[in-house]
Protein backbone atom coordinates (compact mmCIF):
# COMPACT_ATOMS: atom_id res chain seq x y z
CA UNK A 1 0.00 0.00 0.00
CA UNK A 2 0.96 3.52 -0.20
CA UNK A 3 -0.21 7.11 0.34
CA UNK A 4 -0.78 10.27 -1.55
CA UNK A 5 -0.28 13.74 0.23
CA UNK A 6 -1.61 16.61 -0.72
CA UNK A 7 -1.20 20.31 0.43
CA UNK A 8 -4.84 21.13 2.54
CA UNK A 9 -5.13 24.53 1.06
CA UNK A 10 -4.20 26.35 -2.50
CA UNK A 11 -5.21 29.83 -3.01
CA UNK A 12 -5.14 31.58 -6.36
CA UNK A 13 -6.07 35.10 -7.39
CA UNK A 14 -8.64 35.34 -10.55
CA UNK A 15 -6.77 34.40 -14.06
CA UNK A 16 -3.79 33.43 -12.27
CA UNK A 17 -1.87 30.27 -13.16
CA UNK A 18 -2.35 27.40 -9.98
CA UNK A 19 -0.82 24.11 -9.62
CA UNK A 20 -1.86 21.77 -6.98
CA UNK A 21 0.65 18.80 -6.22
CA UNK A 22 0.22 15.05 -5.52
CA UNK A 23 2.75 13.27 -3.91
CA UNK A 24 3.51 9.68 -3.25
CA UNK A 25 5.66 6.29 -4.16
CA UNK A 26 3.21 4.77 -6.04
CA UNK A 27 3.26 7.84 -8.69
CA UNK A 28 6.62 6.55 -10.00
CA UNK A 29 4.85 3.60 -11.48
CA UNK A 30 1.62 4.81 -11.77
CA UNK A 31 -0.29 7.93 -13.38
CA UNK A 32 -2.87 10.24 -11.38
CA UNK A 33 -6.31 11.01 -11.62
CA UNK A 34 -7.95 14.09 -10.38
CA UNK A 35 -11.14 14.64 -8.96
CA UNK A 36 -13.01 17.77 -8.24
CA UNK A 37 -15.98 18.02 -5.83
CA UNK A 38 -17.57 21.17 -4.84
CA UNK A 39 -20.16 21.77 -1.62
CA UNK A 40 -23.12 19.00 -1.68
CA UNK A 41 -22.04 17.24 -5.20
CA UNK A 42 -20.52 14.34 -5.97
CA UNK A 43 -16.70 14.24 -7.19
CA UNK A 44 -16.30 15.31 -10.89
CA UNK A 45 -13.46 13.68 -12.77
CA UNK A 46 -10.95 16.20 -14.33
CA UNK A 47 -8.04 14.64 -15.22
CA UNK A 48 -7.43 10.71 -15.98
CA UNK A 49 -4.17 8.87 -16.84
CA UNK A 50 -2.23 11.46 -15.62
CA UNK A 51 -2.95 14.42 -18.57
CA UNK A 52 -6.12 13.42 -19.75
CA UNK A 53 -9.06 15.41 -19.97
CA UNK A 54 -12.61 13.78 -19.93
CA UNK A 55 -15.33 15.05 -22.15
CA UNK A 56 -16.49 18.08 -21.07
CA UNK A 57 -14.06 19.36 -19.43
CA UNK A 58 -12.03 22.77 -20.08
CA UNK A 59 -8.88 22.75 -21.65
CA UNK A 60 -7.24 24.90 -18.88
CA UNK A 61 -7.38 21.68 -16.39
CA UNK A 62 -4.01 19.68 -17.45
CA UNK A 63 -2.23 17.14 -15.46
CA UNK A 64 1.44 16.28 -15.47
CA UNK A 65 3.83 13.63 -13.82
CA UNK A 66 7.15 13.67 -12.69
CA UNK A 67 8.94 11.35 -10.87
CA UNK A 68 6.75 11.02 -7.16
CA UNK A 69 4.55 14.13 -7.57
CA UNK A 70 1.58 14.50 -9.82
CA UNK A 71 0.49 17.89 -10.41
CA UNK A 72 -3.11 19.69 -11.73
CA UNK A 73 -3.14 22.77 -12.89
CA UNK A 74 -5.11 25.27 -13.65
CA UNK A 75 -4.64 27.96 -16.05
CA UNK A 76 -6.65 31.32 -15.53
CA UNK A 77 -9.06 29.46 -12.96
CA UNK A 78 -12.85 31.28 -13.11
CA UNK A 79 -14.52 31.54 -9.50
CA UNK A 80 -16.21 28.23 -10.55
CA UNK A 81 -13.38 26.94 -10.47
CA UNK A 82 -13.34 26.78 -6.36
CA UNK A 83 -13.46 23.35 -4.44
CA UNK A 84 -11.89 20.63 -3.12
CA UNK A 85 -9.57 18.34 -5.43
CA UNK A 86 -8.18 15.33 -4.68
CA UNK A 87 -5.56 12.92 -6.32
CA UNK A 88 -5.39 8.90 -6.94
CA UNK A 89 -3.79 6.06 -8.32
CA UNK A 90 -3.06 2.77 -7.88
CA UNK A 91 -1.13 1.73 -4.79
CA UNK A 92 2.33 -0.01 -5.13
CA UNK A 93 0.99 -3.39 -5.66
CA UNK A 94 -0.71 -2.27 -8.47
CA UNK A 95 -4.02 -3.35 -7.22
CA UNK A 96 -5.51 -0.67 -4.86
CA UNK A 97 -6.88 1.96 -5.13
CA UNK A 98 -5.26 5.40 -2.90
CA UNK A 99 -6.54 8.68 -2.32
CA UNK A 100 -5.11 12.02 -1.60
CA UNK A 101 -6.48 13.88 1.52
CA UNK A 102 -7.77 17.22 -0.87
CA UNK A 103 -6.58 20.29 -1.55
CA UNK A 104 -9.11 23.07 -1.16
CA UNK A 105 -8.52 25.50 -3.79
CA UNK A 106 -9.75 28.83 -3.07
CA UNK A 107 -10.19 31.61 -6.13
CA UNK A 108 -9.52 34.88 -4.95
CA UNK B 1 -27.09 10.10 -21.23
CA UNK B 2 -25.73 7.57 -18.21
CA UNK B 3 -27.17 7.81 -14.75
CA UNK B 4 -26.31 6.22 -11.55
CA UNK B 5 -28.74 5.85 -8.30
CA UNK B 6 -27.69 4.57 -5.29
CA UNK B 7 -30.75 3.39 -3.23
CA UNK B 8 -30.37 1.73 0.37
CA UNK B 9 -31.63 2.33 4.28
CA UNK B 10 -30.27 6.08 5.15
CA UNK B 11 -29.67 4.24 8.81
CA UNK B 12 -27.99 1.29 9.61
CA UNK B 13 -27.72 -0.42 14.25
CA UNK B 14 -24.13 -0.59 14.97
CA UNK B 15 -22.64 -4.52 14.35
CA UNK B 16 -25.16 -5.03 11.51
CA UNK B 17 -24.73 -4.92 8.02
CA UNK B 18 -25.66 -2.15 5.20
CA UNK B 19 -26.66 -2.98 1.80
CA UNK B 20 -26.51 -0.68 -0.81
CA UNK B 21 -27.72 -0.82 -4.42
CA UNK B 22 -27.06 0.87 -7.61
CA UNK B 23 -29.34 1.22 -10.75
CA UNK B 24 -27.68 2.24 -14.00
CA UNK B 25 -30.07 3.57 -16.45
CA UNK B 26 -29.13 5.42 -20.08
CA UNK B 27 -26.52 2.46 -20.64
CA UNK B 28 -26.13 -1.01 -20.99
CA UNK B 29 -24.33 -2.56 -18.14
CA UNK B 30 -22.58 -5.31 -20.50
CA UNK B 31 -20.80 -2.69 -22.47
CA UNK B 32 -17.78 -3.17 -22.31
CA UNK B 33 -16.23 0.08 -22.95
CA UNK B 34 -18.19 1.07 -19.52
CA UNK B 35 -17.72 -2.32 -17.46
CA UNK B 36 -16.04 -1.24 -14.13
CA UNK B 37 -18.69 -0.36 -10.95
CA UNK B 38 -17.52 0.33 -7.91
CA UNK B 39 -17.98 2.53 -4.49
CA UNK B 40 -16.26 5.24 -2.87
CA UNK B 41 -17.77 6.85 0.61
CA UNK B 42 -17.00 10.09 2.30
CA UNK B 43 -17.36 10.49 5.76
CA UNK B 44 -18.59 14.16 6.88
CA UNK B 45 -16.39 16.80 6.23
CA UNK B 46 -13.01 13.99 5.50
CA UNK B 47 -11.89 12.78 2.16
CA UNK B 48 -12.27 10.38 -0.62
CA UNK B 49 -12.55 6.37 0.61
CA UNK B 50 -12.26 3.92 -1.90
CA UNK B 51 -14.15 0.75 -0.88
CA UNK B 52 -14.54 -1.50 -3.87
CA UNK B 53 -14.33 -2.34 -7.78
CA UNK B 54 -16.20 -5.12 -9.82
CA UNK B 55 -15.44 -5.75 -13.87
CA UNK B 56 -18.89 -6.93 -15.63
CA UNK B 57 -16.75 -10.33 -15.46
CA UNK B 58 -17.03 -10.73 -12.24
CA UNK B 59 -13.34 -10.03 -11.06
CA UNK B 60 -12.80 -7.87 -7.94
CA UNK B 61 -10.80 -4.79 -6.24
CA UNK B 62 -11.21 -4.38 -2.40
CA UNK B 63 -9.71 -1.64 -0.44
CA UNK B 64 -7.31 -4.29 1.83
CA UNK B 65 -8.86 -2.35 4.67
CA UNK B 66 -11.85 -3.30 4.57
CA UNK B 67 -11.88 -6.15 2.69
CA UNK B 68 -13.12 -8.89 5.22
CA UNK B 69 -16.30 -6.92 6.00
CA UNK B 70 -17.14 -5.99 2.32
CA UNK B 71 -18.92 -7.94 -0.69
CA UNK B 72 -19.81 -6.96 -3.76
CA UNK B 73 -21.98 -8.12 -6.73
CA UNK B 74 -23.54 -7.55 -9.71
CA UNK B 75 -27.12 -8.19 -11.59
CA UNK B 76 -26.77 -7.07 -15.56
CA UNK B 77 -30.34 -8.22 -15.45
CA UNK B 78 -31.40 -5.47 -13.21
CA UNK B 79 -28.61 -3.34 -14.81
CA UNK B 80 -27.67 -3.23 -10.54
CA UNK B 81 -24.70 -4.02 -8.60
CA UNK B 82 -24.61 -3.83 -4.88
CA UNK B 83 -22.32 -3.47 -1.95
CA UNK B 84 -22.54 -4.66 1.61
CA UNK B 85 -20.37 -3.98 4.12
CA UNK B 86 -20.96 -5.83 7.95
CA UNK B 87 -20.42 -5.36 11.41
CA UNK B 88 -20.61 -1.68 10.92
CA UNK B 89 -19.41 1.21 13.55
CA UNK B 90 -20.37 4.50 13.79
CA UNK B 91 -16.68 4.65 11.27
CA UNK B 92 -19.17 4.15 8.46
CA UNK B 93 -21.28 6.89 8.76
CA UNK B 94 -20.55 7.64 5.32
CA UNK B 95 -21.98 9.49 1.85
CA UNK B 96 -21.92 6.46 -0.11
CA UNK B 97 -21.05 6.74 -3.80
CA UNK B 98 -21.50 4.73 -6.63
CA UNK B 99 -19.40 4.53 -9.63
CA UNK B 100 -19.10 3.46 -13.43
CA UNK B 101 -16.27 3.58 -15.45
CA UNK B 102 -14.50 2.08 -18.08
CA UNK B 103 -11.75 1.41 -15.86
CA UNK B 104 -11.10 0.36 -12.55
CA UNK B 105 -8.74 2.71 -11.11
CA UNK B 106 -10.38 5.71 -12.58
CA UNK B 107 -14.26 6.89 -12.36
CA UNK B 108 -15.91 9.26 -14.60
CA UNK B 109 -19.40 8.38 -13.88
CA UNK B 110 -20.96 9.19 -10.22
CA UNK B 111 -24.47 8.65 -8.16
CA UNK B 112 -25.14 11.56 -6.25
CA UNK B 113 -24.63 9.93 -3.17
CA UNK B 114 -26.61 8.15 -0.05
CA UNK B 115 -26.04 8.88 3.51
CA UNK B 116 -25.83 6.09 5.56
CA UNK B 117 -25.83 6.65 9.07
CA UNK B 118 -24.45 3.89 11.67
CA UNK B 119 -26.24 4.66 15.05
CA UNK B 120 -28.41 2.58 17.37
Known amino acids: SSELTQDPAVSVALGQTVRITCQGDSLRPYSASWYQQKPGQAPLLVIY???NRPSGIPDRFSGSDSGNTASLTISGPQAEDEADYYC???????????FGGGTKLTVL | HLQLQESGPGLVKPSETLSLTCTVSGDSITDSRRSYYGWIRQAPGKGLDWIANIHYSGRTYFNPSLKSRVAISIDTSKKQFSVRLSSVTAEDTAIYYCLYSSAWYYFDYWGQGTLATVSS
Open chain 1, 49 to 51: DGN
Open chain 1, 88 to 98: SSRDTSGSHLV
